[in-house]
């Protein structure tokens, strides 16, 4: 079964500062990487998502994830944030079931912006 | 908006009642999945449809909590004789057929159970 480590439960940064949000994965196999952003007592949003091609993944709001095989990572990163972004983000693996794919999702990591 | 839509958004019961939450999928979707989250935590796997059929059930299906999706359009999610740790917020997603595995998910519907 797949699993999702993420590795920091609470990033704190200041506005317009870089930030990197880590997350691992357990299969060495083929997957499918997906970032999603939990607002406040809402659903999931998709932020960027892996299937295949090039390890560099651009997304919404400005953010991009690397793919990375040999170290089983897909680390989310944005240049320079928001107050805007202040949200829980969820790393997710597919992981095959009857006729479709499942999401396995990490334990989120809550990113807060301060001024 | 021809998003997925769940209905109720809040639900507060007491210990022991039974309670039935409702999910419409994106119009052209045949899978629909449900997953759910507690406080702290990612979403978790609960079941997952392809128009009518229930192909797949998580063991965190016990057997208070049953799904039905009778016309392959929406589902509803029952859970009888509720209990304390079934608090939690309940997500559906639904995707087209295809292979590409993205999941469209829905507001969800926060359960509390006092």
């Known amino acids: 079964a797949q699993s999702v480590t993420q590795l920091d439960s609470q990033v704190p940064v200041f506005e317009e500062a870089p930030v990197e949000l880590r997350c691992n994965y357990s299969?060495?196999?083929?997957?499918?990487l997906f970032w999603y952003v939990q607002y406040p007592n809402q659903g999931l949003q998709l932020l960027l998502k892996?299937?295949?091609?090039?390890?560099l993944v651009k997304g919404i709001n400005g953010f991009e994830a690397e793919f990375n095989k040999s170290q089983t990572s897909f680390h989310l990163r944005k240049p320079s944030v928001h107050i805007s972004d202040t949200a829980e983000y969820f790393c997710?693996?597919?992981?095959?079931?009857?006729?479709?794919?499942?999401?396995?999702f990490g334990q989120g990591t809550r990113l807060t912006i301060n001024p | 908006d021809t998003g997925v839509s769940q209905d109720p958004r809040h639900k507060i019961t007491k210990r022991g009642q039974n309670v039935t939450f409702r999910c419409d999928p994106i119009?052209?979707?045949?899978?629909l999945y449900w997953y759910r989250q507690t406080l702290g935590q990612g979403p978790e796997f609960l079941t997952y449809?392809?128009?009518?059929?229930?192909?797949?059930k998580s063991r965190l299906l016990s057997d208070r909590f049953s799904a039905e999706r009778p016309k392959g359009s929406f589902s509803t999610l029952e859970i009888q004789r509720t209990e304390q740790g079934d608090s939690a917020m309940y997500l559906c997603?639904?995707?087209?057929?295809?292979?590409?595995?993205?999941?469209?998910f829905g507001p969800g519907t926060r359960l509390t159970v006092l």
């Open positions: 997603a639904s995707s087209p057929e295809g292979t590409s595995p993205e999941q469209f």
């Open positions: 299969s060495s196999v083929s997957v499918y």
């Open positions: 892996y299937l295949s091609g090039s390890t």
């Open positions: 997710a693996v597919s992981e095959a079931i009857q006729g479709a794919q499942k999401l396995v």
């Open positions: 119009s052209e979707h045949n899978r």
């Open positions: 449809f392809q128009n009518e059929a229930q192909l797949e």
